[in-house]
């Protein structure tokens, strides 16, 4: 019995050594991760950026701004014209010690030929890149007088190939809610119900939740485990337009039902409808997201932004 006390510490101690060489997360990292504030700066993510900027920013331009607003990830919105800059937007992210956080993707119903699918998929592949990809799936208007089971086989079909591909350059696929029949949280969830992917999950966006509001903390729990990534945008009643942060009428509460859970994933900041200018903007929705802490009381993510 002498002997077993010593064995066991020794035991325990080099344990803790092989754990900490393989950089495995222990109960104290994990406690220590979960007490970062969700709501924090460092946890923010710029969104609806490229597009909606009527500086028209380029890739340098861009990181250069989101080094001076301190926002430290990107989720990447493109359209056809800025294809030929997705190799410069990687390298001018790197050289800012700015993450990619998630790259923007909308398809057809045909995602084995879409060039959308394949110009994406490309360029990550061939830059080793392993990031989230946020994915809009619009199907033909015969999609619509299909019974719901149809409906969800035939969109499951679609996003399959997609979570597929991802899953070869190991990304990860979140379904994006924006209006109609894929947009509604209860049909994204059963499309993942039936493909059981293990990289398949879901953003949420306020931006297009103006239809959810009051149905939203009945659903959010659902939703919760399959959440990689949401989007905070101001929200009225009754009223389709998009507002700064804070201006709204209900995001308020949405916010503290999220803030009340146990959702630790990343933060978009947007600047669809904000303002013309993307920087403007982003400091718009960050004066407010801190308004709306200061009367949530979140003191741990206030101090972040000091």
């Known amino acids: ?146 019974p719901q089971a149809e409906k969800v086989a035939a969109a499951a079909a679609s996003v399959s190939n997609v979570a597929d591909a991802a899953d070869s350059i190991g990304c990860t696929v979140g379904l994006y809610n924006h209006n109609g029949w894929f947009g509604e949280p209860e049909n994204e969830l059963a499309i993942i119900a039936l493909l059981k992917r293990k990289n398949l999950g879901m953003v949420y966006n306020f931006n297009h939740a103006q239809d959810q509001i009051e149905r939203f903390p009945a659903f959010f729990p659902k939703i919760l485990p399959h959440l990689i990534a949401l989007n905070l945008a101001g929200l009225k009643k009754g009223d389709q337009r998009i507002y700064p942060i804070g201006q709204g009428d209900s995001e308020l509460e949405m916010i503290r039902v999220i803030k009340e859970s146990n959702y630790t994933g990343p933060i978009g900041i947007i600047n669809e409808d904000t303002d013309p200018d993307a920087k403007v903007g982003l400091e718009m929705n960050m004066s407010g997201l801190k308004e709306i802490l200061t009367k949530l009381g979140d003191r741990a993510a206030l101090a972040t932004y000091k």
């Not at 080099?14 to 950089?23: A, D, E, H, K, W």
């Not at 890739?59 to 493109?78: C, F, H, N, S, T």
């Not at 997705?86 to 790197?94: I, R, S």
């Not at 998630?102 to 394949?118: C, I, Y």
């Open 1 to 146: 019995m002498k002997n077993i006390q010593p064995a066991c510490r020794r035991f325990r101690r080099n344990f803790f050594i092989i754990v900490s060489v393989l950089g495995i997360l222990t109960p104290h990292d994990a406690r220590s991760q979960a007490s970062q504030p969700v709501f924090g700066r460092q946890n923010l993510v710029a969104w609806c950026i490229v597009p909606f900027d009527v500086k028209k920013r380029g890739p340098v331009e861009r990181a250069d701004m989101l080094q001076q607003l301190k926002i430290g990830a990107l989720a990447y919105d493109w359209r056809t014209e800025h294809i030929p800059q997705f190799d410069a937007e990687l390298k001018a992210l790197n050289d800012h010690h700015i993450a990619l956080q998630a790259f923007w993707l909308h398809s057809g119903a045909d995602t084995r030929t879409d060039k959308n699918v394949q110009t994406v998929f490309s360029f990550l592949k061939r830059n080793h890149v392993k990031t989230q990809i946020w994915y809009m799936l619009s199907m033909p208007k015969s999609f619509d007088s299909l």
